[in-house]
């Protein structure tokens, strides 16, 4: 394949290399081409189909949905036009018009960062896209077309192929020029620094980062990085550098928080303090996982994120204090989950499946009322989040509320169980115990996510649909673990 400098940084023009003969040619482009240039993965192969003088752009996603995009036309023609709208590039604000058609085999690959679009030259013509993220319609966005500050010489492009009116989209015909549209896009890669990746939703947050094309990520386990350890955290993120720490180690046991209180306070508040001043040396933005427990649960409704907060175990307050911490980093984001499930790690479901071999009636609390939350689900919450300056105190679950019973009879009934789940009440399942080494729960859980909406993040899918997706994954890694061990 050979690769042509379009002018633009990192943007080039693909010319594969064609075998033929009178019968026609062959020609192709290999994965690892691609990823040499910086396309990350296959998500999506689009098809476009256009008249004559129709102008489609200039588009692009926002993070962290940006797309990276290999263009070329089947039949027909088109005049392509790309912008680098990266803020930290030598050619921001700088366009390139390259003439795309059948006969001379060109493709372009456009980099994320970029604004793309094209103007069809003849009717019937077809254009192709490979793109390597995620398509998601609420983060469509794009710069006016005839942006008077890009210089594209529109009339005299009409004027060469013969096109008497431009047609367009009405929602390209009002789009704003490039000057006045909200874009963070930047060439140099954003560094992320996330703690706790041997939990659940660490492990989900790394996940989520390499699928949507990072590369530049630091995540230590806790052998590699002791958060209590104040000299250590202070230099590793002074070092690293990180723009963003995505903040997931805790202690999290929260029965053996009432006894092991000063470990306790030291994971979850000096921890975290450690890592809110160093994020303030490198003026790094911070994310941070509270929890429902800083609520003592007595309020009847739903909890706002205004709502006083008033912890009534160990774990909830070294979380309410952990917030306090964060709080002293104007770019932070807390986010509030409760019940939580991953595939790295144990969890409820994981346990009511394991009971289910074992037992044929298991008692479960039915007084306690909150809402599942999927690490997965939240993980693309996050990274969405880490790309934004939507700082503040988010409620965050999977959508609808249930009991610690109504849920374990969901786990059975959607994964073919035959246990019997008996509701109990708190003091009936715990009666007969040493309280004394038992955390305090709250009975009402149920949090607004109100916020989240209204600031413009998409609410996380219902908890049964993340449920059943989760025991999906569950049976695939059985299966995977079961033809590794043959």
Known sequence: MKKIETGLKDCYILEPQRFGDERGYFESITKEQLEELGFNDIHQVSNSKSGKGIVRGLHFQKDPYCQAKVVRCHKGGVLDIIV???????????????????????????????????????????FEYY???????????????????????????????EIEKPILSEKDKIRKPLNETNISFFRTPKRFLVTGVGGQLGYDVVKELRERGEKDIYAPTSKELDITNREEV????????????????????VDQAEQDKEQCFKVNVEGTKNLTDASLETGSKILYMSTDYVFDGKKEGLYHETDLPNPQNVYGLTKYLGEEEIRRNPKHFITRIS???GINGNNFIKTMLNLSDKYDLLNVVSDQIGSPTYTKDLAKLLVEMAYTDKYGTYHVNNEGYTSWADFAKYIMDINNKQTKIIPVTTEE???????????YRPRNSKLDKTKLKETGFELLPSWQDATERYSEELEKNKILQKKERY
């Open 429 to 439: 399942y715990y009666k007969g115990k040493d309280l004394s080494k038992i955390a």
């Open 84 to 126: 680098d709208v990266r803020k930290d590039s030598p050619t921001y604000g700088q366009y390139k018009s390259i003439e795309l058609t059948p006969e001379n085999g060109r493709l372009i690959y456009v980099p994320r960062g970029f604004a793309h679009g094209f103007v069809s030259l003849k009717d019937d013509t077809l």
């Open 131 to 161: 793109v390597d993220n995620k398509y998601m319609p609420r983060m469509e966005d794009g710069i006016l077309w005839n942006d008077p500050n890009l210089k594209i010489n529109w009339d005299e492009i009409f004027q060469n192929f």
């Open 234 to 253: 202070l230099n590793l993120v002074k070092r690293y550098k990180p723009d963003i720490i995505i903040h997931c180690a805790a202690w999290t046991k």
């Open 339 to 341: 019940w939580v499930f």
